[in-house]
């Protein structure tokens, strides 16, 4: 719901107190025309600030984890491309030590194990069937960071793929998948539990061939993950696939690059060269989208500006872009504003900038 007015009291990294209406005592920092709203948890996310999550660099891992932060982002799954077995180790490593830092949240593997009809801006060349060997190496080498993997289920292996990674506690995400509706619906009952960017990279939906997209929209047990930059889906589209799921079964993701914050010029998204113009981003020479300049903040005035009763809008909107996706990870403590929860809270100003951040009780940003 939404308290207007309402009060939030934090002591460490911990909410203390909140509640609608005057606070119990005189408030240290009142914001009488800003909207508080729990942190963004983006689990789709590759850089930002002209830095990124992919090449294994930790100081560039610093710079994108904080560009995004600064824009209300708490919370940041770092998403990996495909890469060559050793790259890919590598970067895993890197972002590992980032996660232990408390730097990003965890890591997303997007990739290697992704169909080749529909590869998006990943490397075609790296692009591979799931083993048994190269999984329990990049696990060993995560050490319990890797929290999500996007795959395709259709390939080879893909099923004992599934069951080995939600067996070390992974979360499962099918994506960049060419599956038929059957064999979506048997991953997901083997444990898959995310869309990853619903419509983009998928077989499209077909009134004979309903393909990945209906069957991950009707199952309750899935949360799908749309991209609502105006770009990858027409906010039309978002707008149906929210009525349909629900916003507790939906989360917006950013997709976002290093392009991110930065501007139009060229850019690389693992080793695939990238040219953004116009602040949309697009594999050198071709019309495939790569990734998205998009920030937290701005999909969130996106999604909410587009439900005529404010109140509904703003409620759907903190569902979509910090309650689900914390849901969808397991984080305990995330996304929502109660007694108890971790103190991640962003100050939203009337157009939706952020004003301010608080990250575990800290604030990093006062603009």
């Not at 209300?72 to 980032?98: F, H, I, M, Q």
């Not at 609502?228 to 027409?234: E, F, L, R, T």
């Not at 962003?346 to 301010?356: K, P």
């Amino acid at each position: 719901g939404v308290g207007r007015p309402g009060w939030v009291q934090t002591s460490a990294a911990r909410i203390v107190g909140c509640g609608p209406g005057a606070p119990p005592r005189p408030p240290d920092v009142d914001l009488p025309d800003a909207v508080i709203v729990p942190g963004f948890v983006d689990i789709h996310v590759h850089g930002g600030g002209g830095a990124t999550y992919t090449n294994g660099d930790a100081s560039e891992v610093q710079r994108a984890a904080r560009f995004h932060r600064e824009h209300g982002t708490t919370t940041t799954l770092a998403s990996l491309v495909t890469a060559s077995p050793a790259d890919l180790l590598a970067a895993v490593r890197v972002l590992a030590e980032s996660t232990r830092e408390g730097v990003v949240a965890g890591i997303h593997l997007e990739g290697p194990w992704l169909s080749t009809a529909h590869c998006g801006a990943h490397d075609h060349t790296q692009l591979r069937d799931p083993t048994p060997a190269e999984i329990d190496a990049l696990l060993a080498a995560g050490d319990g960071t890797i929290r999500m993997v996007t795959l395709a289920p259709e390939l080879p292996g893909s099923e004992a793929a599934i069951t080995r990674l939600i067996a070390a506690g992974v979360v499962v995400a099918l994506g960049h998948t060419d599956a038929d509706y059957e064999q979506t619906r048997r991953a997901i009952d083997l444990g898959a539990t995310v869309g990853t960017h619903l419509f983009n990279a998928m077989r499209p939906l077909h009134h004979r061939e309903p393909g990945p997209v209906l069957a991950l929209l009707e199952d309750d047990r899935v949360t799908v993950e749309l991209i609502a930059d105006g770009v990858h889906v027409h906010p039309a589209m978002v707008h149906a696939a929210v009525g349909a799921a629900g916003a507790g079964r939906v989360a917006l993701v950013t997709d976002a690059t290093a392009a991110a914050g930065v501007g139009d010029g060229e850019f690389r998204l693992g080793t695939v060269p990238v040219d953004v113009a116009d602040g949309v981003a697009r594999v050198r020479g071709t019309s495939t989208i790569a990734g998205s300049t998009a920030t937290m903040n701005q999909l969130f005035g996106a999604v909410s500006d587009r439900v005529p009763d404010r109140d509904a809008g703003l409620v759907a909107a903190v569902h979509m872009t910090s309650t689900t996706p914390a849901r969808a990870l397991g984080i305990d403590g995330v996304g929502i504003l109660r007694v108890g929860a971790v103190a991640n809270l962003v100050v939203l100003e009337s157009d939706y900038r952020v004003g301010a951040a608080m990250v575990d009780g800290d604030c990093l940003t006062d603009h």
